[in-house]
């Protein structure tokens, strides 16, 4: 067995102190002398076309510098991901409440905010969309000129009603999940300013600063070398900072004031404007024989991705790749809309579509083997996907596959071994306790017929350092320990000595982007390429120094040692470099590899590398409320190699808690295109008190080769499958099957009492 000295430890995070203290400042904290304040005067109407726009009592306001409107966008007016439909400032229609209108940039944030009630606009209001399926009709009003369904996927492997008649029995339901919001701590905001260079600096909390850089050249109509982007560190990010949120305004305004500006959306506003985890319908028909063995799935999804498209195709898409679990099932038809509404706007979330259809298929599979009278555990393993399997898209499972791992180690937990015994404990006769189990893939990177890529630059210092440049940010999921402890372990190094630069479009190569929980698998595959460059020119040079051949040399701590014990240390190496102008640097580079097959019209359909997971729930139902309460929990995980430990498990538990808050409580209520939940007053989120009292975390390392040290991702599948665990364990408590979430109070003191499942 291979033995490491950084690779799989329980190590410090590089920016830990900084921001346990308080020490760190979030690019939302920066301020310049001379700083404007930006604000965003938003719809009044989720559907409306725009008459006019007055802006001149706005401008004589005392302290306000400049209102800006389409008419001051000097290049496209308009963003997005895969589709630029998005108005910088709207010119014709609104299609969202948080539609942006025009802009304030004022001496003063009060002046600003005064400002925006100067602003007139003059509306004539449309048909509001509200309602995905019915606007997939003919005679529904259109959001977007070209209809109202944004994608289609469609997906035929094996024959579906060959594998019907086969089938002893065959589960029909409609399945129905919420709108989540990522409520990271920094709400979007950040600051534009002129260097002394003439660059125009955007920092902005955002999780891929090269694709930012673009899209803002794009506006401004200006070459993309001419601006700055730095996006971290960031307050959080889950998948709402993947797109653009203000970039292209708060830079439009410092474009145009030539003053440092800095715009910050309130928490309502952030609620109103950003994105959120796209709420599905979810039909499944799903055929078993009488052994539990699947052999038959239909299954039709509904996505509803509001006013514009943002990343709803891809986010559809994978929903589709994992609505039949990680399963084998040889006759498919799957079916995915992606559509327009007046609701907001949905994009990526950790997890991206996969937790939407993992409670469907996972729900399910309960309802069936209920039936059949079947082991949770031992259904599962009957079916779950081998290396090797054909899967239900019809690509072969070349990469590692660890589910069967991962079931085995969770049917060994406590909460599994002990369930009966816990289940009895209840403080009170009024309340019950059930425990449910589910399971779950997590296709990592972006997928074939993606450009996927990365890049990373290391570098040794005068000073004795090693510079690791990479452009995937940090945005709290802990990617740059994980960088500063591969480069360690492949350096032979002291991880002190490793100083990771990252999410700056002037200061580290583009790397992608930090989601599809790729960050870690291809930041980590670059940073070793690098090293695998620049070490033996690193040697060469210190054998040079000292006399000797190169084959005998190491690197050790922060000297490069000869087996005589004669050496060097890294600042004198490095300070040679320089004084001869050698290099002391080297780039690397990684291109993700791809599935044997592509879906025709999916983009990233299928993925080659897979994280898989299984987690328990240990629940207590209060029958008089219909409160429900996580009492404990277990996740085991395959994510490949650990790289770091402490890391991973903390991972693994903060998914577990955000899984947890969208079987149970969170969601943005809309109605007829205005937003009710509008600040966290409403909008409930798991805090220290909801918690389960233990959480049980098994790491199961099933290597893949391609991954890093046999790494592969982790971030979003560890919040996928508790939810369906959570509603499973409800029903095994008191015997209500919710095929709706979240399992609010209300929803399951309305099945205690046989009632319709409402809001």
Known sequence: ?????????????????????????????????????????????????????????????????????????????????????????????????????????????????????????????????????????????????????????????????????????????VYKTPRQMHTFLETEGGLAFYDEEGLLNVWVGSQYPQRDQLQIARVLG?????????????????????????????????????????????????????????????????????????????????????????????????????????????HVKIDGFCVYTNNGVAGAFRGFGVPQSTFAMETQLEIAREKLVLDPIEIRKKNVLRRGDIAPLGHTMTASVGILNTLERAEKSDLWCQREKLKSQTPFPWKKRGVGVAIALQGTGLGVGIPDYGAAIVELTEEGQFIVRIGSPEIGQGNMTAYAITAAEALGCDLALIKVVTGDTRNSPDSGTSTASRSAYTGGNAILDAVAKLKPKLLAVAGEMLGVDRAGLRLAGNRIVSPQGRGITLAELGRYLREKGLEAGARGNFVWPT?????????????????????????????????????????????????????????????????????????????????????????????????????????????????????????????????????????????????????????????????????
């Open 222 to 330: 200006l070459n993309p070398r001419k601006i700055r982007v730095v996006s971290s560190p960031t307050g959080g990010g889950f998948g709402g900072k993947d797109e653009i949120t203000i970039q292209t305004q708060l830079a439009l305004m410092a474009f145009v004031t030539k003053r440092p500006v800095k715009l910050w959306l309130s928490r309502e506003e952030s609620v109103i404007s950003g994105w959120k985890r796209h709420p599905m319908t979810l039909y499944y028909r799903t055929g078993f024989k009488r052994d539990g063995s699947l052999v038959a799935n239909e299954i039709k999804i509904i996505g509803d991705t509001g006013a514009y498209a943002s990343l709803g195709g891809p986010v559809v898409s994978l929903a589709v790749e994992s609505s039949c679990g990680p399963y084998r099932i040889p």
């Open 1 to 173: 067995m291979t033995e490491f000295k950084w690779v799989g430890k329980v190590v410090p995070r590089v920016d830990g102190v900084e921001k346990a203290t308080g020490r760190l400042r979030y690019l939302t904290d920066v301020g310049l002398p001379g700083l404007l304040h930006g604000r965003i005067k938003r719809s009044q109407y989720p559907h409306a076309l725009i008459k006019g726009i007055d802006t001149s009592r706005a401008e004589a306001l005392p302290g306000v510098v400049k209102v800006l409107t389409h008419k001051d966008v000097p290049g496209v007016n308009g963003f997005g991901i895969i589709v630029p439909d998005q108005p910088v400032f709207c010119r014709e229609k609104v299609r969202y409440i948080g539609d942006a209108v025009a802009g304030v940039v004022a001496e003063d944030p009060a002046v600003a905010e005064a400002a925006l009630d100067l602003i007139e606009v003059e509306y004539e209001p449309q048909p509001v969309v509200d309602d995905a399926e019915k606007a997939m009709t003919s005679d529904s009003p259109r959001v977007h000129e070209k209809g109202n369904i944004h994608q289609e996927v469609h997906v035929r492997h094996g024959d579906v009603e060959a594998g019907f008649a086969q089938a002893d029995l065959i589960i029909e339901n």
């Open 595 to 759: 599935a044997d097959v592509q879906i025709p019209g999916a983009e990233g359909l299928p993925h080659l590398v897979y994280t898989y997971v299984t987690q328990m729930a240990l629940v207590e139902v209060d029958t008089l409320t219909g409160k429900v309460e996580l009492r404990e929990a277990a996740t085991a995980l395959d994510a490949g190699r650990v790289l770091n430990r402490q890391g991973l498990e903390g991972q693994a538990e903060g998914g577990m808690v955000m899984g947890a808050g969208y079987a149970l409580m969170e969601d943005i209520i809309i109605e007829k295109g205005y937003f009710k939940t509008m600040n966290l007053s409403t909008y409930i989120i798991p805090t220290s008190l909801d918690l389960p009292e233990r959480h049980q975390v098994e790491l199961v390392e099933v290597l893949e080769e391609s991954g890093p040290y046999g790494a592969k991702g982790a971030g979003e599948a560890v919040m996928v499958p508790i939810s369906p665990a959570i509603t499973s364990a409800i029903h095994d408590a008191v015997g209500v099957r919710l095929k709706e979430m979240p399992a609010a109070a209300e929803r399951v003191y309305q099945g205690l009492r046989g009632e319709e499942h409402g809001q």
